[in-house]
Structure formats: structure tokens, C-alpha cells
């Protein structure tokens, strides 16, 4: 091969490389003129004997220009909190928490103003491991922070406390787009600039945490708007997702169900004979394919009627009933 040659290569290849790094660019400058705008710099404030008090800091994202916001519950949870949201353009809005749901770390904030930018809500269950995220918040106070990456994995389970009630939030996204105190409640956001999940946690260095965006949390989000706080039935089941094997595919019609990672003490599930390793394919006379195919049918309405439950245990099919109880935090 000749000098010449090699050369024309290497500037070629040069070239390719310049063009993705260019694409990768775009994408994220691109995100983040759309959706920065929709997202707030969070302080929070409680009464104290000597008055207003500092109690934190975060971030939120604008739902509707008249001033509803989504965050994170542990960022406002707690009496008396208010505070004041401070938008990239440098309009300063005073908030009130509208409701709480700490079981999935998920809290609607009401700011006092309006004309508001609300950012477009995408659909976690797309995405894709590998699929560039950029995350857009808040942290340590420098506001309109972007930082992107990819997901690093989906299906992830993410324990939420409330009083004595523990909770996993289930189908949690993992991205190493870097995280610090101060993202929580802000946004992650896929290519195309919508939000598909709340930052809500920090696991370990490049590696952060995020309630997805999905039918589940959208129910959770028009609840807390409208009644300030949510009421749920409960069967004690830690779940992810899990590909059925080939036999049960053809018997069921579907590809995929959720598997059992942990029963709780003492709950309906371990009352009906659920075991961890149990793959759901029905319940309540509806299919089960995904984890939020569950968590929709523990509404308010299934607390205390018994519903079938079929499950696959190793090569056996079982018939069982749970009942439900309610979620009390």
C-alpha cells in the first residue's frame, strides 16, 4: 500500500469520525435547547420556629403552562414545604405541592404563574439499551445543567419507603449519564427531545436512576393533579420483565410475562402461594406481558376483590387468587 494511500485512509477515516462526533453534537445540543427551557431550579423552603428555612434543592419539569410541575417526592416530601422555581429564562415562581406519592418518588408541584414552556412526556417502554439519554437538571445549584450518555439497562427495581410501607418502583431506568445532588426531579430525555423519565437517585459512580415515563406514572401523575394523593391495592410483589420460554409462547400467544424477584412477608401475594421465580401471564382475567400491566390493575377499585392469578412455576402452569389490600404508607 502506498504512502499515498494510507494517507487518503486515515484522512477518511478522520473524517467519518469528525461527522459522528458532529451527529452525537446535534443531538444534544438539539435536546437541550428544546427541553431546558421546561425544566426548573428547585429551592425548597420549611417553616421553622425562626420562620422560612432552607430544606434542599432540585429540580422539575413544567407539565402545562399553567404552572403544574412534575419532580421528585423526595425532594419536596415533608410539612409545610414550598419554595421558589427558577426557569432558564430568569423567571422566579413561587411553588406549592399540589401531591405527593413517595412509593414511586413522584410529587406534582402548582407554581404561581403561567405561560409556562411544559415539555413533551415520551414512553419509557421504547426504549433500548444503549439508546443515547441526555439528562437535564440542576445539580449542586448550577442551573440548566446537560449532561448525556446512554441507558445502561432497563428492568431495574428501585426500593421507595414510605412511613413502615416499602415499595419497589419497578421498571427503573439506568443510564451512566452523570447524576449529582441537585438532578433529582429533573429530566431525562431520549433523541427526539421527549421526557422519559424523572432523575431520581444516584446508584454508584456513572451510574444513575430514573422513574420512567410510562401508562403506570402518567395514571400516578393526572391522580396526583387531581386528588392530591393516590390510592392503591397491594399484593407484596417485587417484579421485572422476562421473556417466556418457547412452549409457553405458543400457549399463551405472547412473548413475554413477569417474573417474581421477591415476595414480601406476609402479603397477599405470599398468602396466595406466589414464590419468587414465578412468571405472571394473567391476572384478573387480563394478559400480563409488562410490569405496568400489573401495576394498572392495583387500582383503588381491585382493593379487597379477589382476582386469579396464573402462573408458570418451572414447566407447570397454576390457577391462584390474591386479594389485594391497600397500600398504606
Do not use: C
Not at 28 to 43: G, I, K, Q, Y
Amino acid at each position: 500500500m502506498s504512502a499515498t494511500t494510507e494517507r487518503y485512509d486515515d484522512e477518511a477515516a478522520q473524517r467519518r469520525e469528525a461527522e459522528a462526533l458532529d451527529a452525537y453534537s446535534r443531538i444534544v445540543v438539539d435536546v437541550a435547547e428544546r427541553v431546558a427551557p421546561s425544566v426548573a431550579n428547585l429551592r425548597v423552603m420549611r417553616r421553622g420556629r425562626g420562620g422560612q428555612m432552607p430544606a434542599g434543592a432540585g429540580s422539575a419539569v413544567a407539565l402545562t403552562p399553567d404552572g403544574f410541575l412534575l419532580t421528585s417526592a423526595h425532594v419536596v416530601a415533608g410539612p409545610g414545604r414550598t419554595g421558589r422555581a427558577t426557569f432558564v429564562d430568569g423567571r422566579e415562581l413561587s411553588w406549592r405541592v399540589v401531591g405527593v406519592d413517595r412509593l414511586t418518588d413522584l410529587a406534582v408541584l402548582r407554581a404561581e404563574g403561567d405561560g409556562l414552556i411544559p415539555a413533551t412526556l415520551g414512553e419509557a417502554e421504547k426504549l433500548r439499551v444503549g439508546q443515547l439519554v441526555v439528562a437535564i437538571g440542576n445539580p449542586n445549584g448550577f442551573a440548566g445543567s446537560v449532561t448525556a450518555g446512554v441507558v445502561s439497562a432497563l428492568g431495574r427495581s428501585l426500593p421507595a419507603r414510605a412511613g413502615r410501607t416499602v415499595r419497589h418502583i419497578d421498571n427503573v431506568i439506568q443510564t451512566d449519564a452523570a447524576l449529582n445532588p441537585g438532578n433529582s426531579g429533573g429530566a431525562l430525555v431520549d433523541s427526539s427531545a421527549r421526557v422519559i423519565g424523572i432523575n431520581t437517585a444516584v446508584a454508584g459512580v456513572g451510574l444513575g436512576l430514573a422513574v420512567p415515563i410510562n401508562r403506570a406514572t402518567r395514571q400516578i401523575v393526572g391522580t396526583l393533579m387531581r386528588d392530591g394523593r393516590v390510592r392503591r391495592a397491594w399484593i407484596g410483589i417485587a417484579a421485572g420483565p422476562r421473556p417466556l420460554p418457547p412452549h409457553a409462547r405458543v400457549r399463551v400467544g405472547r412473548s413475554a410475562g413477569v417474573e417474581v424477584v421477591d415476595v414480601s412477608q406476609g402479603s397477599p401475594a405470599q398468602r396466595a402461594g406466589l414464590r419468587a421465580e414465578d412468571l405472571i401471564v394473567e391476572l384478573g382475567g387480563e394478559p400480563i406481558e409488562r410490569v405496568d400491566d400489573v401495576q394498572r390493575r392495583m387500582t383503588r377499585e381491585a382493593i379487597g376483590r379477589p382476582m386469579g392469578i396464573r402462573i408458570l412455576r418451572g414447566d407447570r402452569w397454576l390457577d391462584l387468587e390474591v386479594s389485594p389490600i391497600e397500600l398504606v404508607e
